[in-house]
């Protein structure tokens, strides 16, 4: 069998707080933290099927890599299947075990299989999480961007503009998505309630987890800046109490 790159999708993702939970929990905890996350893992992986690849996907340690082999011409519409993939696995990750992800995203030439990953993509993903992504979000690299016609480049959901050079997702941006359309109802119906409750859990968990980690600046920062993101959508979707909105 010949060994050469193909090029792939490739999203390498961080487990955070994933040493601090190896070193607090037992054995068994730890492998049920794993484990669901490879649920959500294969629930994306079947998803993604839809663009006519499988996806391959490699865990060791706290990282995770999936990937999937995509023509050029098929880049935007392959990613935009992986970010919505990737968008609900940050959501129920989060909301369903308080575990955050933190990644990058990038198109490029990638050996995955089996015996191994390696290649320019996953190094490109891989230096974006490790060095830029900074608090629990995935950015972009330009070998994606570039495929994107404005905004609505992708079609099931909108990324975001973090305005520091960078785009890319988050924990938030299914509920943002949904939030912005049932906002018209004045979130009445039943899937705007929902999402509702889902934004003030993520607050809850955020503040939680602020809690936790004060004393450790370098862990305390990143979720300092996730609060400030889904603080920010509180506000924009009027769910701060009155006299805190006043502060801003």
């Not at 050469?4 to 490739?10: A, D, G, I």
């Not at 990058?104 to 995955?112: D, E, I, Q």
């Not at 690299?141 to 994107?148: A, G, K, L, M, N």
């Amino acid at each position: 069998m010949s060994h050469t790159y193909q090029n792939r999708l490739c999203l390498f993702l961080d487990i955070l707080g994933f040493s601090a939970l190896v070193k607090g929990e037992n054995c068994d905890a730890v492998h049920q933290v794993i484990r669901k996350i490879k649920r959500e893992l294969k629930s994306s992986k079947d998803y993604m099927e839809k663009i006519g690849s499988s996806p391959i996907a490699t865990t060791f340690s706290d990282c995770i890599v999936l990937s999937i082999e995509v023509k050029n011409e098929d880049v935007a519409e392959a990613s935009n299947i992986l970010v919505t993939a990737t968008v609900k696995m940050l959501q129920d990750t989060y909301l369903n075990q308080a575990i955050a992800l933190r990644g990058g995203m990038a198109y490029g030439k990638l050996y995955h299989r089996a015996d191994g990953v390696f290649g320019p993509a996953m190094i490109k993903a891989y230096e974006l999480e490790s060095q830029y992504a900074d608090w629990p979000r995935v950015i972009f690299d330009r070998s994606i961007v570039e495929h994107f016609t404005g905004e609505n480049g992708l079609l099931s959901i909108g990324f975001t503009n973090y305005g520091d050079g960078f785009f890319g997702v988050d924990c938030s941006n299914r509920i943002e998505d949904v939030l912005n359309t049932e906002s018209i109802y004045l979130f009445q119906r039943g899937e705007g309630r929902e999402n509702l409750e889902k934004l003030h859990k993520m607050s809850r968990i955020t503040l939680s987890k602020l809690e936790e980690h004060y004393g450790n600046p370098k862990v305390y920062s990143k979720y300092l800046k996730l609060n400030a993101r889904i603080r920010s959508l509180l506000k924009r979707f009027n769910q701060l109490p009155a006299f805190i909105d006043d502060l801003d």
